[in-house]
């Protein structure tokens, strides 16, 4: 059997420059190796030399014009990961970072993290390199008939079931799914995050947000911390980070801070559920920038051109985006006294911070754990379309939770260390890989 060296060696040699992906990568082939070597089927049947290789890898030119009558051109993917326990699932992402190594990453992790929430789902991601900030609601219509114009031929409420994620919301979801039931004359549920009047589930905005935090509790537990009066740095202004915000004040927890891509708002008090309604507006209405709170808020200050993980906190929320905490944010997170992490972001701390962390014993939550709830009520969402029904906000937040606290157990069947240490890592990474890898030999070499 190859060692770890041994096998990323041939991941970058067949993935080159895709750095992100190698990333990715590394770190389950960390985790898995002294597994394999334990259960030696999945190394005779090739599995994690197949699982690294997408299924079916889908790039397209996607031209628009724009509001002045100009030609515009960006690049459209979706990657089909792994197909084995269900039909291909994951969000697509519109942001000018967009390339194939960024896709080729998450769509990986989607596949452990759709694995772990126990529902039938493979796994994918897509995305487009356009930039819907700046852009009126007309150009961003445009291009989302633009790209599933190409995209529809290749997804299906059976084969490959899209979704939201960084740049992609309700609005997005909306002009998409019009177009695709224009192409196809059919109403499916082909995409998820539907609006609630037309086929989407109630808690599935919520979801990301308040699964991070129903995770954090259950990892809390296992310290009989109670999140009361706990104080969390949350990152980003998202969707992901809006919901844990509002999970996190319901609570009674105090949020601190949160940000965008220009710089973060810090306040010592905590943000109140005023504040956050106006959050809510100026994100998802106005689409304005979170440097507005500082004029706005109360005790709100605002840092440029910095991420929050230099203010003290007992618990942090990476909710932004991949690679946002390095060495020296952990460094300073520990020093400041925080113990916990939850990822409501795909990959948002490097590897070597994520060492930093486990070096020091601090409960921390890889975010294919920690995320998992968007595409767990995706999954949901699918059923409701199924059964042409719908179930109530309590009926979808009590199946939410209940998978979360799944994911938390199979952490600790997998991941809990003799000392009893739970390496949440090895435990996303094994637990979600098993199911899978089992389901591929099943299925025979295809
Ligand atoms: N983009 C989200 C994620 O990273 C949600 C995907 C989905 O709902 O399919 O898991």
Redesign the pocket.
Known sequence: MKSAKEFMAEVIRKNPGEIEFHQAVDEVVQSLIPFIKKHPKYDEEKILERMTMPERILIFRVPWLDDDGEVQINTGYRVEMNSAIGPY???L?FHPSVNLGILKF?AFE?VF?NSLTTLPLGGG?GGADFDPKGKSNREVMKFCQSFMTELFRHIGENTD?????IGVGSREIGYMFGQYKRLKNEFTGVL??KGVNWGGSLIRPEA?GYGCVYFVLEMLKTRKEPIEGKVCTVSGSGNVAQYTTEKLLELGAKVVTLSDSGGYIYKKSGLTEKDLRFVFELKNLRRGRISECAKALKGCTYTAGKRPWGIKCDIAFPSATQNEIDVKDAKKLLKNGCFCIGEGA?MPTIPAAVKVFQDAKILYAPGKAA??G??S??GLEMSQNSIRSAWTREEVDKKLRRIKVNIHENCVKYGKQKDGYINYVDGSNIAGFVKVADAMIDQGIV
């Open positions: 699932k994951g969000g992402r998450l989607q993290k991601k079931v899209p979704a939201g994620d998820t995050g990301t795909n995320n998992a968007g595409v009520t995706s």
